[in-house]
């Protein structure tokens, strides 16, 4: 079975400042990657995906992240935040395969400070 | 074009009752998916119902069940419910159920059992 782990719960950072959210996954075969954000009293919102392809990965709002293998990982990055990034992100592994469950981390806290 | 509804937004229950969760569906996605989320859990999965068959079920107890209806809406039913099960839970769709896809999530109901 697959599972991801983020390690950071809550992640601070001055506006205008660069942000790196980490995740980390565990699968004995292909995956598929995802993040997605929770903006309060929402559902999820797909940031971005990597299926297959080019290890850079770019999304919505300026986020981007980078598939690797060799470190099993896939961190989120965005060069300058904004306030309006202020929310909750959550990594998310799946299988290749029909009818495999999306595995979510237990997501990352960002604050973005004025 | 109407996002993933789910109703009701709130609802209060106590210990031992059964609490119904209703969800609607993007027009055409087939596939819907049960998530709980619990304060420090992240999403856990719950269910996951494509063409009125569950294909897919994570680690809950026998009381969590669920229903696909022919117009592919569905219902989650908690039975015997405990105050551990206070959770946002979110229902998602997408369009086949097929590795990689994207997942749309409603805004959730909020259950709180006393």
């Known amino acids: 079975a697959q599972s991801v782990t983020q390690l950071d719960s809550q992640v601070p950072v001055f506006e205008e400042a660069p942000v790196e959210l980490r995740c980390n996954y565990s699968?004995?075969?292909?995956?598929?990657l995802f993040w997605y954000v929770q903006y309060p009293n929402q559902g999820l919102q797909l940031l971005l995906k990597?299926?297959?392809?080019?290890?850079l990965v770019k999304g919505i709002n300026g986020f981007e992240a980078e598939f690797n293998k060799s470190q099993t990982s896939f961190h989120l990055r965005k060069p300058s935040v904004h306030i309006s990034d202020t929310a909750e992100y959550f990594c998310?592994?799946?299988?290749?395969?029909?009818?495999?469950?999306?595995?979510f981390g237990t997501g990352t806290k960002l604050q973005v400070i004025p | 074009e109407a996002g993933v509804t789910q109703s009701p937004t709130h609802l209060i229950k106590t210990r031992g009752q059964q609490a119904t969760l209703r969800c609607s569906p993007i027009?055409?996605?087939?596939?819907v998916y049960w998530y709980q989320q619990a304060l420090g859990l992240g999403l856990q999965f719950l269910l996951w119902?494509?063409?009125?068959?569950?294909?897919n079920r994570g680690n809950f107890p026998p009381r969590f069940s669920g229903r696909q209806f022919p117009n592919y809406s569905s219902e989650l039913n908690v039975n015997a419910l405990e105050l551990e099960d206070s959770a946002l839970y979110l229902c998602?769709?997408?369009?086949?159920?097929?590795?990689?896809?994207?997942?749309?999530f409603g805004s959730g109901t909020q259950l709180s059992v006393l």
């Open positions: 998602a769709s997408s369009l086949e159920g097929q590795g990689g896809e994207k997942l749309f």
């Open positions: 699968s004995s075969v292909s995956v598929y």
């Open positions: 119902y494509d063409e009125g068959e569950e294909r």
């Open positions: 990597y299926l297959s392809g080019s290890t």
């Open positions: 998310a592994v799946t299988r290749s395969g029909g009818y495999q469950k999306v595995t």
């Open positions: 027009s055409g996605h087939t596939s």
